[in-house]
């Protein structure tokens, strides 16, 4: 099957499993959930929805299965938006990318000996350079 057509139909999971999650799933194990991308086989049978969940390890487990639950709903406003001969079944699989990336971020920081409140100070004085300048600045130019 063509790449591209894999792509749209992707896409299209991604969108109307972050739409219905959002804003029509009522089951109140399922909160602080991103939908970070989609998977579909080539055949279109099967598609994998990567999710980022906020919380503890149980929180996350406790979303994941309120997901599970919930996937035949999904399913079905999938349908709706698809023309395809077939429905792809939907399987939700925990995304640890964010995850990782704050911990390298983490690691880096601590190779090069940089505490966290390092990083806060120098963000706030990037701010400030960004920024116009203060009255402290303008009141130490004096003309003669």
Do not use: C, W
Request: hydrophobic residues 40%; charged residues 30%; proline residues 3%.
């Amino acid at each position: 099957m063509k790449t591209h057509r894999l792509a749209r139909v992707a896409e299209a999971v991604r969108e109307v499993a972050s739409e219905t999650i959002l804003y029509e799933l009522r089951d109140p194990r399922v909160k602080l959930v991103t939908v970070t991308r989609a998977e579909v086989s080539g055949d279109l049978q099967h598609a994998k929805i990567f999710v980022s969940i906020m919380g503890t390890e149980k929180e996350q487990q406790l979303t994941l299965r309120g997901l599970k639950h919930a996937a035949g709903f999904i399913q079905s406003k999938l349908a709706r938006r698809l023309q395809t001969r077939f429905t792809p079944i939907i399987t939700f699989v925990l995304d640890q990318g964010v995850k990782r990336s704050i911990e390298i971020t983490r690691l880096i920081n601590e190779a090069l000996g940089k505490p966290a409140t390092d990083m806060e100070a120098e963000e706030e004085s990037e701010e400030r350079a960004d920024g116009p300048p203060h009255r402290a600045d303008s009141a130490d130019v004096t003309t003669d």
